[in-house]
């Protein structure tokens, strides 16, 4: 009896009547050691360089010029000579007044 038990206790059959029993067979357990390799994978990014060009308006002067003649006013000499020396040219007449007088530039 003795070895009867010690049969038992380590989990085999002892193959006697009383034992006999069918076995359970549990569904398997799985057990995953995953393991990675790298693969490239091509990404391509297109690149369009676009050359703009902008018009920029940019003032360029031009001048035109006439020439008209209208009537002046009428200088008289006087008495020292015909129009030079005296008042006339040069004092406090013709050069200090109008359109000719002498600007602080």
């Known amino acids: 009896m003795r070895r009867h038990m010690q049969h038992h206790r380590h989990g085999?059959?002892?193959?006697?009547?009383?034992?006999r029993t069918q076995p359970i067979v549990c569904p398997p357990t799985y057990r995953f050691h995953d393991t990675f390799t790298q693969r490239e994978v091509p990404f391509v990014h297109p690149i369009v360089n676009v050359n703009r060009q902008n018009v920029v308006n940019v003032p360029r002067h031009y001048f035109t010029e006439t020439e008209t003649t209208v009537p002046g006013r009428n200088?008289?000499?006087?008495?020292y000579g015909p129009g030079f020396g005296g008042p006339g040219f040069g004092g406090s007449g013709f050069g200090n007044t109008g359109f000719f007088r002498r600007r602080g530039y």
Do not use: Q
């Open 12 to 19: 085999h059959g002892c193959g006697c009547h009383s034992c």
């Open 75 to 79: 200088i008289y000499a006087d008495s």
